[in-house]
């Protein structure tokens, strides 16, 4: 039985690294723990993650780290994705819909206006389902449940550091996606 356990863990894992490696292949840009209840996309880079500097290395990374440990997720349950590729080109709909969808968070959360804008092309149909026109244009600070996933967009999560009363409408709204558990 434990061998047919860790066959089907391996299975997979393969199928997942084979998926990443595809996505990467096409411009896809992505990191963390791919297996993370939480997925932090954004699309408006800083001076240095233009330069060169990991993704979410700079002050926005440690902020989002923090309050996510802080709100009771383990410090390693989070990936990232960009929205952008590397000449800072916005990734196309159906590709950012497809790592999305190959990383299968339980939670996303858009750091930025960019990275909002991309996922209302790509999830359009579904957005355009739902009865709150809040959820559906992705507001800042509302919650949209799409396919499965919470979706919550900051709204400039990295600007909103510089002002404190900005950091408090931040923290405000992380606190609105809470670990959700055990499925079971």
Known sequence: MASERDARRRAY????ATEIDALTARGVRMGGNAFSAVLLVKGELSEAEKSGEPAF???????????LERLGYPPEDWEWLLAVDAADEPLD????????????????????????????????????????????????????????MRVLNLGGFAAALADPHEKQVMWARLKRI???????
Do not use: H, N, Q, W
Not at 13 to 16: F, G, H, P, R, T
Not at 57 to 67: E, H, Q
Not at 122 to 132: I, N, V, W
């Open 13 to 16: 894992l393969d199928k997942a």
């Open 178 to 184: 809470p670990p959700l558990g055990e499925p079971f």
């Open 93 to 148: 709909a159906t590709l950012m819909r497809e790592a999305v969808c190959a990383l299968d968070p339980a939670t996303l959360v858009c750091c930025d206006e960019a990275a909002a804008a991309l996922l209302r092309e790509a999830y359009a149909d579904e957005l355009a389902a739902l009865e709150s026109l809040d959820e559906a244009l992705l507001t800042p600070g509302a919650i949209a449940y799409v396919l499965g």
């Open 57 to 67: 290395s700079g002050a926005d990374g440690a902020a989002l780290r923090a309050s």
